[in-house]
């Protein structure tokens, strides 16, 4: 069973940064994959960024891809994601999740964190 607790988020203008943070409770952080997801009002979940477990492997939804970063420190047993140059199309909750394999579908994610808000004004 792992738990994820997220913080990080708010309401910022279009070109800011925000940086999310995971946090995973159990010894066996560094086994799963980590991925970011997203759910804007009115559409599905959609997937942003998912890391392997330790952390070499990762790869990005096009539409944030070389604006956003994915890291994670397993001593920490923490994910984060660094968001830069922010849009207002990148409005929406902000889920971290868990899987036991990086090639993983959005089902294929058993724990999930809470969800924080990421709202950017124009």
């Known amino acids: 069973q792992v738990q994820l607790v997220q913080s990080g988020g708010g309401l910022v203008q279009a070109g800011a940064s925000l940086r999310l943070s995971c946090a995973a409770s159990?010894?066996?952080?560094?086994?799963?994959?980590m991925g970011w997801f997203r759910q804007a009002p009115g559409k599905e979940r959609e997937f942003v960024a998912a890391?392997?477990?330790?952390?070499?492997?990762?790869h990005y939804a096009d539409s944030v891809k070389g604006r956003f970063t994915i890291s994670r420190e397993n001593a920490m047993n923490t994910v984060y994601l660094q968001m830069n140059i922010l849009k207002p199309e990148d409005t929406a909750v902000y889920y971290c999740?868990?899987?036991?394999?990086?090639?993983?579908?959005?089902?294929?994610?058993?724990?999930w964190g809470q969800g924080t808000q990421v709202t950017v004004s124009s």
């Open positions: 999740a868990a899987s036991t394999s990086y090639y993983s579908y959005i089902d294929d994610y058993k724990y």
């Open positions: 159990g010894r066996t952080f560094r086994v799963y994959a």
């Open positions: 890391i392997s477990g330790n952390g070499v492997n990762t």
